[in-house]
């Protein structure tokens, strides 16, 4: 962003901004602070950013997610600016610095703050300022004195304007004007930038700040998706690795607990063999019926041959009743881990921020009392599913989120119902309703498993091995993830997907 659009949007702001109340501040982004100011035109969102290549200050419209921690300085304006009334926005003539003065407090007791942006590249900041002592109170960027020679950019320290560049080019525009069109006109490159004069060609606007949202807008929708999507990943991928690593834990358990299991063998050697067995042996000697050979049992010298057999015996009940409880645990697990790579399909596919926050609230947050449902109903929204009518002309629901996967098995099946999910791949589940008096065909079949692949990750990855379950052999474990499930019997088809025409 050059000198004279600074400038002219610096104007603008301090046409529309002072008088107004800071309500809300956001960091969506390590290097942008978001200001919603209450002002007499409304709410304004005023998008400030650090980054050294995108550096700019403008209003925007997009819509701008307020992540659920702020960072620290986000929080460190918050106690500081939040409910302050801005008194002037102001650029300084020689270089790319935007002040807004800023006051808090009753008539006795005014506070002043001033924030300062600094659009320097590499060194671009956010500051904060207590004007009277021209004090840094703390800053976005912390920048010791090694990393620029001669200016320091620290809490505490006192601030400075940034020394005069050579060779700076100062706009030969002239001061701010009211009511000045802004343009987006193309430059070498494929490039787009604001001009104060538009041209033939250009896309015209009534402001530059409306320029500039619109300019910067794309990126910044693209940069605030990327954010949100790895910040609601984050906890389930993080779930993945832990389910992932305690999977081969509960197989060792497994392997281990089937050698004391094999010991009941063992007990039934010592039976047969009772006579040859005296109280003080470590081991004996017998043959093994099932191989014919030689076979060596350790035994208990503290006991008689009986007290050898029942312990042998004993330990072996033991470890078949541990290895069963190991073998659920290791089915649960697996269950747990499919749902959550489900989970995480869905947040990978989101199209944009409203599905992203839509999935995390459906998912992650819990629901509040008064909006839960009543006991033994559940809150059914029709942007939970899509839905398709099949060659036979059943109805057939995808889940969009994990609680859309939850919806369709626990409200809208019913035996009889077939249910659809890719083999060993994330997905959605999908539901053929059967309709009464009417069979399903092979091709309703087809086309329920082409739609449970073309909504997962194996989508043209060629033909793909589907499950395909009566409903009333599907059930979902209480208290368990969204989306999780556990399938009693089942068969299989090959489909390499296909995507049918929705019925909304």
């Not at 949100?228 to 305690?246: C, T």
């Not at 992650?364 to 002309?393: C, H, I, L």
């Amino acid at each position: 962003m050059d000198l004279a659009v600074l400038q002219q949007i610096a104007g603008e702001l301090n046409e529309l901004l002072p008088g107004g109340f800071i309500q809300k501040i956001h960091q969506p982004l390590p290097r942008e602070i978001v200001l919603r100011i209450r002002s007499r035109a409304g709410e304004l969102k005023l998008m400030m950013s650090a980054d050294p290549l995108l550096g700019r200050i403008h209003l925007t419209k997009l819509k701008i997610p307020n992540p659920p921690r702020p960072l620290r300085f986000c929080a460190f304006l918050r106690a500081h600016l939040q409910g302050a009334r801005v008194v002037q926005v102001d650029a300084a003539g020689t270089d790319r610095v935007v002040r807004i003065l800023a006051v808090r407090g009753p008539e006795q007791e005014k506070v002043r703050r001033e924030l300062v942006l600094e659009l320097l590249g590499r060194d671009s900041n956010i500051i904060l300022i207590n004007p009277d002592d021209q004090v840094i109170m703390d800053c976005l960027h912390h920048i010791p004195e090694k990393d620029t020679g001669n200016r320091i950019v620290l809490p505490g320290s006192r601030y400075s304007f940034p020394p005069a560049r050579p060779n700076r080019v100062i706009s030969d525009y002239g001061p701010f004007k009211a009511g000045t069109h802004a343009g987006i006109s193309s430059i070498s490159g494929g490039k787009k930038k604001i001009t104060l004069q538009p041209g033939p060609g250009d896309e015209a606007f009534s402001s530059v700040n409306e320029a500039a949202d619109a300019l910067y807008g794309a990126e910044l929708v693209s940069a605030l998706t990327a954010a949100l999507r790895r910040e609601v990943a984050s906890p389930i991928v993080a779930r993945i690795k832990s389910l992932d690593r305690r999977l081969p834990k509960i197989e060792d358990d497994i392997k281990r607990i089937q050698e004391y299991a094999d010991r009941q063998e063992e007990g039934e050697l010592i039976k047969s063999n009772l006579s040859r067995i005296r109280k003080g042996m470590t081991r004996v000697q017998v043959r093994d019926w099932s191989t014919g050979r030689d076979r060596e049992i350790n035994l208990n010298p503290a006991l008689d041959p009986v007290g050898n057999m029942n312990l042998i015996f004993k330990k072996g009940a033991k470890a078949k009743r541990g290895k069963k409880m190991a073998q659920e645990r290791l089915r649960v697990t697996l269950e747990e881990k499919k749902a959550f790579e489900d989970l995480l399909y869905f947040v990978q596919e989101a199209a944009d921020i409203s599905e992203l926050e839509r999935i995390a609230a459906e998912t992650v947050k819990p629901q509040a009392p008064e909006n839960r449902a009543k006991k033994g109903e559940k809150k059914v929204s029709e942007n939970m599913f899509w839905s398709f009518t099949s060659p036979g002309g059943h109805l057939v629901l995808v889940g969009r989120s994990a609680t859309g996967n939850d919806v369709i098995v626990r409200n809208k099946s019913r035996k009889g119902d077939l249910w659809f999910h890719i083999k060993d791949v994330p997905g959605a589940h999908v539901l053929l309703t059967r309709k009464e008096n009417r069979p399903v065909k092979p091709e309703d079949r087809e086309f329920g498993a082409g739609l449970a692949v073309h909504f997962s990750k194996g989508r043209g990855k060629g033909k793909m091995e589907v499950i395909v379950a009566d409903a009333g052999d599907i059930s979902r474990p209480k208290g368990s993830v969204p989306g999780r499930v556990s399938v009693k019997k089942y068969t299989t088809i090959l489909s390499a997907g296909s995507q049918g025409d929705s019925v909304d």
